[in-house]
């Protein structure tokens, strides 16, 4: 196993969990990386693959960066799948360069701050039909000016904004993704 590899097992095994969601959700990560190994990296990995979020706080730490995102019709963050990645920081850093525009951002603190198991239901993307299946997600925390120009990617989100944490309740209509937020935001302020 590569070096990358062996980064991930360790920084999973080393995760304390927050809620006890969490704790089943990384035993259930170590459970599967223990049978399917690298192939749960790879998004055509069903029903579980990698993914890794971005969860970006403006430096007041008052607003968060989110997408409008097409196939959740949510505001919700930026991330997406591990597509081979054995380094989830560098593919959520990816995805927020692709997803928004943002260059110059920086991780709050030195690993993924949340791992989640989320399921995501069956879609069309690209025309493509896509089954029912679990990512299983870490989440890091950056910090960003809002100063910095950010532009949607129009193949996923037809918006992006800062939004007023206070309004997340209002604008997040994927309701089992509040609960997800307000665990980052407790962990991070």
């Known amino acids: ?29 170590l459970s599967l990386l223990d049978q399917e190994k ?45 597509d081979g990645n054995f380094n989830l920081f ?5 995805e927020v360069q692709e997803e928004c525009g943002l260059k110059n951002f920086r ?27 679990f990512h299983l997600n870490v989440s890091y925390v950056f910090l960003a000016s809002e100063k910095e120009k950010i532009y949607p990617r129009k193949e996923e989100n037809s918006a992006v904004k800062w939004i007023k944490i206070q309004d997340l309740k209002k604008v997040v209509t994927e309701e089992k993704m509040l609960p997800i937020y307000e665990k980052l935001l407790r962990k991070s302020l």
């Open 1 to 29: 196993m590569n070096k990358e590899w062996e980064n991930i097992i360790t920084e999973i095994n080393n995760y304390v969990p927050f809620l006890a969601q969490e704790q089943k959700d990384k035993d259930l990560f």
């Open 107 to 133: 991780l709050l603190s030195p690993s993924f701050s949340s791992l989640e198991c989320l399921s995501v239901k069956n879609h069309y993307k690209r025309n493509v039909f896509v089954p029912d299946h």
């Open 90 to 94: 560098e593919v959520a850093k990816k």
């Open 38 to 82: 690298e192939k749960l990296f790879l998004r055509e990995s069903l029903p579980y693959h990698f993914s890794a979020s971005a969860f970006i706080l403006n430096e007041k730490k008052d607003k968060v960066l989110f997408c409008y995102h097409l196939i959740y019709q949510s505001w919700s963050w930026l991330g997406g799948h591990a």
